[in-house]
């Protein structure tokens, strides 16, 4: 399986509590990142939302689609969610958030390994077209995020 680790960086000119209701929401997600096509709930978690499982499809610029569920491990409320992935990608994420003043700066660490045959299969030599789909959807993210809060997102 080819491995990756992304890591991006957004600065957002809106505080920690807005820019967390919105993250707080994966359901709601589609609605304001472009990139994702579909989150569906396949189980609750507990009150404050650790052990949730979510199934999500992801579509960038490359002609593919991604599709893994997502087990919340870990919520710090205005601070952390930490998940693992399983399916077409397998590995950890986590959205990590501090508050800047008046902004908020939110950095996503992405380390997986894709199970698709044809992708692992083309690594060694698309690998840098993937990263750059990756990075297409993170700049998607950072607009439909500036769209649902009204307020400029600046990625790093």
């Not at 939302?49 to 689609?65: D, V």
């Not at 870990?74 to 990590?96: H, T």
């Not at 060694?124 to 993210?141: K, Q």
Request: hydrophobic content about 40%; glycine content about 8%; charged content about 25%.
């Amino acid at each position: 399986m080819a491995e990756y680790q992304f890591s991006t960086v957004w600065r957002v000119e809106a505080s920690l509590q807005e820019v967390w209701e919105v993250f707080s929401h994966p359901d709601q997600w589609p609605e304001w990142w472009v990139s994702l096509e579909r989150v569906t709930e396949i189980k609750k978690g507990d009150g404050m939302g650790i052990g949730a499982l979510h199934r999500y499809t992801w579509k960038g610029a490359l002609p593919y689609r991604l599709t893994f569920d997502i087990n919340v491990l870990n919520i710090q409320p205005c601070s952390l969610l930490e998940g693992e992935a399983c399916g077409e990608v397998e590995g950890r994420g986590v959205w990590s958030f501090v508050e800047l003043g008046k902004e908020t700066l939110v950095r996503y660490d992405w380390n997986i390994r894709t199970t698709l045959r044809w992708m692992n299969y083309l690594a060694p030599l698309a690998a840098p077209v993937f990263r750059w789909n990756h990075d297409t959807v993170m700049r998607e993210g950072a607009r439909g995020l500036a769209r649902k809060l009204g307020a400029p997102v600046y990625m790093f």
